[in-house]
């Protein structure tokens, strides 16, 4: 479990590409992170959950199986580039984004990036079955980092970075037409699950199959 608070961004040192049925693996150099890590710890690679196969010095190597790579943007990532890091969270520590399981959900692709100012908003445009987990001020994870949904449109929302997150991340490496890791909030999941096991149907926009005569039934109203 993470908390999509990035702590370093590391240097990808090596890849080798996994297949359709063969798996492949990423050395990452962590640098200092690399003392609190050990053979079989788990890390969050730009937001997927990977454990570590093996540590000599400073790098680390970590396993990446056929899925990881047909579902997340691992597969564009080459030797030099930038990734970012965050350990798994210890019990007992402050939790100041939102819980994180490094399971990606599927990519969005950056559709606008829009400067105003002092404010930096990026819009990803994704898959219909990742909107539907998508609430206005509600939280995701993007390549890893825990952010605040700004505004939902059609088939597209928008997140708000500050200026430490931008240049504490690979965000400020990001441009339109980049491919972004995406991971809904667990508890948008688990509720819009629910709902739909309920209703018997998809929970898409408000009205279309849930009703209140349908919460009342169900016993979520009285």
């Known amino acids: 479990m993470f908390a999509g608070i990035i702590e370093r961004v590391c240097r990808v040192a090596a890849v080798r590409p996994g297949g359709t049925t063969a798996p492949g693996w990423l050395e990452i150099d962590l640098g200092e992170l690399s003392s609190d890590v050990r053979h ?106 825990s952010l605040t949904i700004a505004d939902v449109g059609t088939g597209r929302f928008s997140v708000a970075l500050i200026p430490t997150t931008l240049a504490d991340t690979v965000w400020h490496l990001r441009a339109v037409g980049d491919d972004v890791n995406v991971e809904t909030d667990i508890l948008a999941r688990l509720v819009v699950s629910r709902l739909e096991a309920i209703t018997g149907g998809a929970v898409t926009t408000p009205g279309e199959t849930l009703t209140w005569q349908r919460l009342l039934e169900s016993g979520f109203l009285t």
């Open 40 to 145: 079989g710890s788990s890390l969050a690679i730009n937001g997927v959950c990977l454990t570590m196969t093996a540590l000599r010095g400073s790098t680390g190597q970590f396993d990446v199986v056929p899925e990881t790579w047909a579902l997340t943007n691992l597969r564009h990532l080459q030797a030099g580039g930038r990734v970012n890091v965050e350990r798994a969270l210890r019990a007992g520590d402050r939790i100041d984004g939102h819980f994180v399981q490094g399971h990606v959900d599927g990519l969005g692709t950056i559709d606008q990036i829009a400067r105003d100012g002092g404010e930096y908003r990026i819009w990803l445009r994704v898959a219909p079955e990742l909107m539907r987990y998508i609430v206005r001020k509600g939280s995701v994870a993007l390549d890893g980092v």
